[in-house]
Nanobody
């Protein structure tokens, strides 16, 4: 059984940084794309960032481009989301997810491609 466990969330101030981690167990992630999504109160879950299995392809939502960086360490079976210059609009529960399409050429922004999801970690940015 695949499990994804996020960590690193918390309460920070505007302009601060946080690094989220997502450790996978039950499957080696090296041949799978990974993604981060977030859901703010009263809003739909939205795409944040994704990284292909080969690391060649990364995508970011317009709202985080230039501030967030997704990366992966296959040796640790872990994917990261470095978040800089946080603003209150980034407040949400952040979820990592594993793309069910092994060896996909490009990573996906479509949540329907993601087969497994973590339980989420809360990020709160105060103004």
């Amino acid at each position: 059984q695949v499990q994804l466990v996020e960590s690193g969330g918390g309460l920070v101030q505007t302009g601060d940084s946080l690094r989220l981690s997502c450790e996978a167990s039950g499957r080696t992630i090296s041949t799978y794309g990974m993604g981060w999504f977030r859901q703010a109160p009263g809003k739909e879950r939205e795409f944040v960032a994704s990284i292909s299995w080969s690391v060649a392809g990364t995508y970011y939502s317009d709202s985080v481009k230039g501030r967030f960086t997704i990366s992966r360490d296959n040796a640790k079976n872990t994917v990261y989301l470095m978040m800089n210059n946080l603003s209150p609009e980034d407040t949400a529960v952040y979820y990592c997810a594993l793309d069910g399409r092994a060896l996909a050429t490009v990573s996906s922004t479509n949540p329907r491609h993601y087969e497994f999801w973590g339980q989420g970690t809360q990020v709160t940015v105060s103004s």
